[in-house]
């Protein structure tokens, strides 16, 4: 029977490279590609993800993979590299203290897609705006008012003092050209041709949603120079095949399984390996008893073995999760947090019988009820390594059954797994996402708001007041303070539980000298595909 497995998975995986052969040559599209002539032709950047919506600033998906493809058409005034802050839009930059204001010196050799100028009437255009239409990833809320001083110098003034806007605001925010978008009135369903004006490094040539693949063509004029890749691919290649596709040099990037990074260094590839910036968790319905109480949710951490999960389903290839939510490879790590909520079966019992619970048989029960949960998990293969999945689940509910929780496991498709917790139809989740590795801003969004990715949680007024506080220091020790003491209060508070934070790996050929962003992309994406890396 295993040789026939064995026989039966061979085939599949013959089949797989066949299909990304395929959809190499063919394109990204039902239209061949033609290979441009002169300079470096043709780079594929092969993603397990697929696709990641219309990649207009307010089409993408809200995830860090829809954002990075925007990205390649859309700049922003500032950027990042592997070492800090470079000028993008705007070549210079201060923060005039007095005022509580930012000054904005811009670039005056840039030009949309089109051939129009970009000017700050650009700049002031989009913060007012995404101030009327929110973008998903960034609030420009906290910009009282932006006035174009000239053509080519816009200052932001600010409501008042916010740490992370270098990054999140300057280095996250799309411009937008208004003479195309001041009289869209529906900038999500805005997804025509013109959409796509930025002035960017790149221009979408195709984007084809079914198969999740992106063809992009360098900007000639772009104002930091010619991108050396002339055309960028996305396409979409399973895990199990990319390796194959690497070696078969129909992709010059994949994501591989950590198993086969060794390996293909010895063949000739380059490794890069992130930093834990991407975490598991187990999502808590904190608004619906008994997940309500601060002390079940305790009992659930202290039933579940981390690092025996780490080991178990990641085969080691991860860190077990810190109930601060933070990875202990961060800068801004609270260290006072090692060893809590250790794996202890019997404190869990401890706390389940102080709120009434009585053991009897397997499962624990009250008022004669046994008690009995839902954990919800993604079926359909999460394309993001690493990510919690049906294994993880089966894993999570034989401890937690072990513990005393019955655990009803439902597997869902991703997405909807998505829309159920953002509607609070569910009792436990396991989901996950990127951006730990960004400025400590990213605690705000994971904790208090409101999208799915987030633990929606505003019962503890002192956790709230932190998160407050922490945005608006400007010292940074200050703050560091502030960001320690959010840790510790959500492993109070547990909202939801950190599983583990696994490790990537991503093999190239070495045509293009990838990196891992200072962190991460804009707000914190943990991809190595900064445009940056594709122009200079």
């Known amino acids: 029977m295993l040789k026939r497995r064995k026989r039966v998975w061979k085939l599949l995986g013959c089949l797989l490279v066949l299909a990304v052969f395929v959809l190499v040559t063919a394109g990204c599209g039902e239209k061949g590609v033609k290979e441009p002539e002169g300079g470096t032709s043709t780079y594929t950047i092969a993603d397990p993800t697929g696709d990641w919506g219309f990649p207009s600033p307010y089409a993408h998906y809200a995830r860090g993979p829809g954002y990075v493809r925007m990205s390649f058409i859309f700049d922003t005034l500032v950027w990042k590299d592997a070492g800090g802050y470079i000028p993008a839009l705007a070549v210079s930059w201060e923060y005039l203290k007095d005022e509580d204001a930012y000054l904005f010196r811009l670039r005056k050799d840039v030009t949309w897609h089109d051939g129009q100028k970009f000017t700050a009437g650009d700049v002031a255009f989009t913060v007012n705006y995404t101030k009327k239409h929110p973008y998903q990833w960034v609030d420009t809320g906290v910009v009282k008012g932006v006035e174009a001083l000239d053509e080519y110098t816009v200052k932001m003034y600010m409501e008042k003092p916010y ?11 799309p411009v937008l050209p208004e003479h195309i978008w001041k009289d869209v009135q529906e900038p999500r369903q805005f997804q025509q041709k013109e959409a796509l004006t930025g002035p960017g490094p790149y221009k979408l040539v195709d984007y084809n949603k079914e198969q999740g693949t992106y063809l992009y063509e360098a900007n000639e004029q772009y104002y930091q120079g010619t991108p050396g890749i002339k055309q960028l691919k996305f396409i979409k290649v399973g895990g199990e095949v990319s390796a194959a596709a690497l070696r078969q040099k129909q992709a010059g990037v994949a994501q591989i399984p950590p198993e086969m990074a060794r390996e293909l260094e010895k063949e000739g ?29 305790q009992a659930l951490a202290y039933a579940v073995d981390r690092q025996a999960l780490v080991d178990t389903c990641l085969r080691g290839y991860g860190l077990a999760g810190s109930p601060g939510l933070l990875p202990p490879d961060n800068a801004w790590y609270n260290p006072r947090l090692d060893g809590q909520y250790s794996y202890d079966p019997g404190k869990s019992a401890e706390l389940l019988a102080g709120l009434g619970y009585v053991k009897k048989n397997s499962y624990f029960e009250k008022d004669g009820r046994t008690l009995e949960l839902e954990l919800l998990v993604s079926g359909s293969g999460s394309t993001t390594q690493g990510a919690p999945g049906e294994r993880e689940g089966e894993f999570i509910k034989g401890q937690l059954e072990q513990a005393g929780i019955k655990i009803n496991l439902r597997s869902l498709e991703a997405k909807t797994l998505d829309n159920r917790v953002l509607e609070n ?7 996950g996402h990127g ?4 400025d400590p801003e990213n605690l705000n969004k994971a904790i208090i708001a409101k999208g799915f990715n987030s633990a929606r949680y505003e019962q503890s007024e002192e956790l709230n007041n932190l998160l407050k506080q922490q945005l608006a220091e400007m010292d940074q020790e200050k703050r560091r303070e502030l960001v320690s003491r959010v840790q510790e209060l959500y492993a109070r508070e547990m909202p939801t539980l950190p599983l583990y934070y696994p490790n990537w790996y991503y093999a190239h050929n070495g045509q293009v000298n990838l990196f891992f962003t200072m962190q991460g992309i804009a707000s914190g994406v943990p991809l190595p595909f900064n445009k940056m890396a594709f122009v200079r």
């Open 163 to 173: 740490a992370p806007f270098l990054e999140l605001v300057g280095g996250t925010l």
């Open 425 to 431: 139809k569910f009792d436990l989740a396991l989901s």
């Open 435 to 438: 951006g730990l590795g960004g």
């Open 269 to 297: 590839f380059k490794c890069l390996e992130s930093s834990h910036d991407w975490v598991a968790k187990m999502v808590i319905n904190h608004q619906k008893a008994p997940l309500d109480s601060q002390e079940f949710r």
